[in-house]
């Protein structure tokens, strides 16, 4: 069975329909992609998942639990957590205590040390700017926080909504290596990308998504080779 | 010398007061992203709560039974009357908010009638200092405001559930996906700006033994103005703010001259700080998102 099970996800705002009833599924340890152009419903769908706006119809099911109704605070306890479009670290607070936040829903303490660590590890400069306010970070670095304070939550499945949005093309591909490298550590992932052919590369499958519903699915190599995808994800 | 010393201990002690209705105003602000323009009537329900147990005489089992009360009703106002309006329009829940205020003060006048009921909660008595003779019930005042500020501080910055707090002020969607259930965030601020708001009934009865059901109404006014002054939604600026307003109202009590004009001239600085600096002294701007 599928970690993540979505069916015939509906999302209006007021009388827009925003997701008219989409169905896809992540397995354990893989990478899924969807793909789409801007107001496609990425970010909705990714919201909705995750619990953070309502959902009209549908369900949801997340390792063999209906999650359709549970409020995301339940979900991120479930072990499911998102790195957010645009970011969202918090402004206010330090490197540190953004990832302090990060680790929030763990119960035992005691591997938080170990966390930071690795963290500090696999993010140098989170390490060298730890007790800077997060605010003034670069945005590549409040990327790396925002996906660091993710991993801290330990998730089985970690989704992120446009990571690479708004960062030079070095960035961009540390980003794709970093997603790489916390899915070979046996995290899965599901990404939202606009950057068609870094995100295909990267996918075990992937997902097109159109005004509000799936018109393609394949496996990432598939849908890079699709004629569709090419022309109007791939620029030509 | 005299006149300094007592002016600035008795500003002080006052802005103490101010400043812990400021940060009940200011943390729910921050938090729940509304006006609570029910919150100074809590000082009332507060006073109320230690007239009635001190009719058994013991001073401490009423400030006890004050600040469970007032926190209780904090409580129960922010499930019955706010939480159902989360996501309405801010206009519906300022008017909700004016309602609950005047229902607490309507229900106070059924219960306890209109006159003023005095009690006198515990005389401290007065104290010499460098010659100067002064109330030791305005030290005290000024003595526990300092602690709790100090206590709630430290709180917010070094506790997980204090750092919760600033993060859903900053962001509720990304602190929902940190695991924290924003709901129970909420409450605990309303218990906490409730328990705030009942010290701050006990330091009004200190000061003048005698209550009505408007005890409230003019500190809440004041203590938003400070709130706002000092930037609404920053807690140390509700501190600053409630200090600012509390040492000018007594300066200004002291000179004969405009003594009578103390409230309006209070409000002026709320509006000439308004106008220089729009987020308050300590405010900054906010983006709200999902
Ligand atoms: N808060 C909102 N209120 C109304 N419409 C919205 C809101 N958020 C998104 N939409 C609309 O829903 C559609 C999908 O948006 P979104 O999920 O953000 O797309 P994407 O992430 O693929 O760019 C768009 O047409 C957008 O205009
Ligand atoms: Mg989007």
Redesign the pocket.
């Known amino acids: 069975m599928a970690m993540l099970e979505v069916k015939n996800l509906e999302v209006y705002?007021?009388v827009?329909c925003?997701l008219k009833g989409i169905s896809f599924e992540v397995n354990q340890g893989e990478i899924v992609t969807l793909i789409?152009a801007?107001?496609?419903?990425?970010?909705?769908t990714m919201q909705s998942v995750v619990g953070l706006i309502p959902k009209r119809g549908g369900s949801i099911t997340f390792d063999g639990r209906d999650i359709t109704k549970t409020p995301c605070h339940k979900i991120v306890h479930l072990g499911m957590t998102q790195v957010p479009?645009g970011r969202r670290i918090f402004q206010e607070l330090t490197v540190y205590e953004n990832l302090l936040m990060g680790a929030y829903s763990i119960k035992d303490k005691s591997g938080f040390k170990n966390d930071l660590d690795a963290i500090y590890t696999r993010f140098p400069r989170l390490h060298e700017r730890k007790n800077q306010i997060a605010g003034t970070l670069s945005g590549g670095e409040q990327q790396m926080l925002a996906m660091g304070r993710a991993i801290m939550s330990h998730p089985k499945l970690l989704m992120l909504d446009e990571p690479s949005m708004g960062l030079s093309p070095l960035l961009v591909d540390q980003v794709f290596e970093i997603i790489k490298d916390i899915n070979r550590d046996g995290t899965t992932v599901l990404l939202v990308e606009q950057n068609a052919g870094k995100s295909l590369a990267i996918s075990d499958r992937a997902y097109v998504l159109e005004n509000g519903s799936i018109v393609l699915s394949g496996t990432g190599a598939e849908l890079a080779a699709s004629e569709m995808v090419k022309k109007a994800y791939l620029g030509g | 010398m005299e006149l300094f010393l007592s002016t600035l201990i008795n500003g002080l002690s006052l802005g103490g007061i101010y400043a812990m209705i400021a940060l009940g105003y200011t943390m729910v602000y921050g938090i729940a992203k509304m006006l609570n323009f029910a919150h100074g009537d809590i000082i009332m329900v507060g006073g109320y709560i230690i007239y009635v147990f001190m009719a058994l005489n013991n001073p401490l089992l009423a400030i006890f039974m004050a600040v469970v009360g007032c926190v209780l009703l904090g409580i129960l106002i922010e499930k019955v009357a706010y939480k159902p309006l989360r996501g309405a329009s801010p206009l519906a829940v300022l008017i909700t908010a004016i309602g609950v205020s005047y229902l607490l003060q309507s229900l106070a006048q059924i219960i306890f009638g209109s006159a003023n009921k005095m009690v006198t909660v515990y005389d401290f008595g007065s104290v010499t200092i460098l010659g100067v003779p002064m109330q030791v019930s305005a030290l005290v005042t000024l003595g526990v405001t300092v602690v709790v500020m100090a206590a709630l501080t430290l709180f917010i910055k070094y506790t997980r559930l204090g750092r919760a707090m600033i993060a859903v002020s900053e962001d509720k969607g990304a602190a929902q996906l940190m695991g924290i259930n924003v709901n129970g965030i909420i409450t605990i601020t309303f218990a906490i700006g409730s328990a705030l708001a009942a010290l701050a009934g006990l330091f009004y009865l200190l000061k003048a033994p005698s209550i009505s059901s408007t005890l409230g109404a003019m500190p809440g006014i004041k203590a938003f103005t400070a709130a706002v002054i000092g930037g609404i939604g920053s807690i140390p600026g509700a501190m600053l703010g409630g200090i600012l307003l509390g040492m000018v109202e007594c300066i200004s009590y002291k000179i004969t001259a405009i003594a009578p004009y103390t409230d309006a001239i209070e409000f002026s600085i709320l509006i000439i700080i308004l106008l220089v600096r729009p987020t308050g002294f300590l405010g900054k701007k906010r983006r709200e998102k999902?």
């Open positions: 705002y007021g827009i925003a789409g801007n107001g496609a419903g990425k970010t909705t479009e | 999902v």
